[in-house]
């Protein structure tokens, strides 16, 4: 009955949420997301989102199946109500989460804040908007002050992370979706179209290297039961909210909401580092206009995250995140359509190299990369 907008509507008509409309904002796999509007506001606010997470099982190319059972929907609520309980120590509150309004564990249904109408992702806004250097600035240190937040909440004693270190679907996930297919992905095994005819030829000795950081970066994603990660950390997941003048000139930043917290787990946090880059880093080369704009929020990220968590810090951060960013670009570029054949077996190229220096190159190569500034300052 949820999976559709009249089903929903059906569900909420004897509840304070009761809707006039109600529109689907995106569907897949067994989650859909939708924008209620009510006949009656809740303290001012006529729209909110109402999120259906079903009962689903992938089974994977491996043969390996994945239980995506609705407690995913649990753990997104009690990541979120962290994030608005854990106090920040810079009392910074540019980046939260759209608050939680109602649960229903049983019927699977959570309701949340809307971000508005006037909020867009922040690929979408580096796509399309052309914002001034300082705003860009703005916003890499604001996500780099909440990741580093995120990942230093194993360090108050009275938080309790059982619930995300027993996300054993969503470390099997994260494993399977960059680390597990990196070398079926690069020798063909896989059969993407615009890796074939020829395969990339990477060379034996660089095949070996990438199986060995796979094997082990997949192993310390499922055994990590430490350190809270968001688990799917990339600008499609953070809604921006922008401040403008009388004329609609961007003036300057004024919200960011991280969103969709269903992979959140005890996991690596230069994996969250490495996957926002990754994916700023994939906006600028497929998108040459947004090149310098991608440069400055990976800076001001990275460089601002360092100094928050400078005592947590140290070069293997800087080598888990460019691993990370290389496995992104060579497990996901050639699976999403970002551009054409060549273009993509270049990045996918990019991607092998990255992983081979995040795995044998000396500390002193790392600062001519894209993690520099986790070194660097």
């Excluded at 959570?110 to 992702?121: A, F, H, K, Q, V």
């Excluded at 570029?333 to 992983?355: A, K």
Aim: proline share 4%; hydrophobic share 40%.
């Amino acid at each position: 009955m949820l999976a559709t907008e009249a089903g929903v509507q059906t569900y909420l008509q004897n509840t304070a949420f009761a809707s006039h409309s109600v529109n689907l904002l995106s569907a897949g796999f067994a989650n859909y997301t939708y924008r209620i509007h009510l006949h009656a506001p809740i303290d001012g606010m006529s729209t909110f989102v109402l999120k259906y997470a079903g009962p689903v099982v992938i089974t994977l190319a491996n043969g390996t199946r994945i239980v995506g059972s609705p407690a995913r929907q649990r753990r997104e609520v009690e990541a979120i109500k962290l994030v608005h309980s854990i106090p920040r120590l810079d009392d910074d509150n540019i980046v939260t989460a759209p608050a939680v309004r109602f649960f229903d564990e049983e019927a699977h249904v959570l309701i949340i804040n809307d971000t508005g109408l006037d909020t867009r992702t922040l690929k979408e806004t580096l796509i399309d908007e052309t914002l001034p250097g300082p705003v860009l600035e703005d916003i890499g240190a604001a996500l780099g002050r909440f990741i580093s937040h995120v990942h230093g909440w194993n360090e108050h004693p009275d938080v309790d992370l059982s619930l995300f270190a027993n996300n054993e679907s969503g470390k099997k996930a994260s494993a399977f979706a960059t680390y597990d297919r990196l070398v079926s992905t690069l020798t063909g095994g896989d059969k993407i179209p615009h890796l074939q005819d020829p395969c990339l030829g990477v060379p034996e000795e660089k095949l070996a290297t990438i199986t060995q950081l796979a094997e082990t970066r997949a192993k310390e994603i499922r055994s990590s039961m430490t350190v809270m990660t968001h688990g799917d950390f990339w600008p499609g997941n953070v809604m921006v909210s922008l401040r403008r003048g009388a004329d609609s000139a961007i003036e300057a930043l004024d919200k960011l909401y991280v969103i969709d917290w269903e992979l959140a787990k005890t996991g690596v946090p230069a994996l969250d580092l490495g996957q926002l880059c990754a994916e700023l880093h994939l906006i600028g080369r497929f998108h040459p206009h947004c090149e310098e704009s991608a440069e400055i929020t990976i800076r001001s990220f990275l460089s601002t995250y360092k100094q928050t968590r400078s005592r947590a810090m140290d070069a293997s951060t800087a080598r888990v995140a460019l691993g990370h960013v290389g496995a992104h670009l060579v497990a996901f570029t050639p699976r999403i359509t970002w551009g054409g054949r060549e273009q993509t077996r270049d990045v996918v190229q990019e991607g092998v190299e990255l992983l081979d220096l995040s795995w044998t190159g000396s500390e002193s190569s790392l600062l001519d990369s894209i993690v520099r500034p986790l070194l660097s300052g």
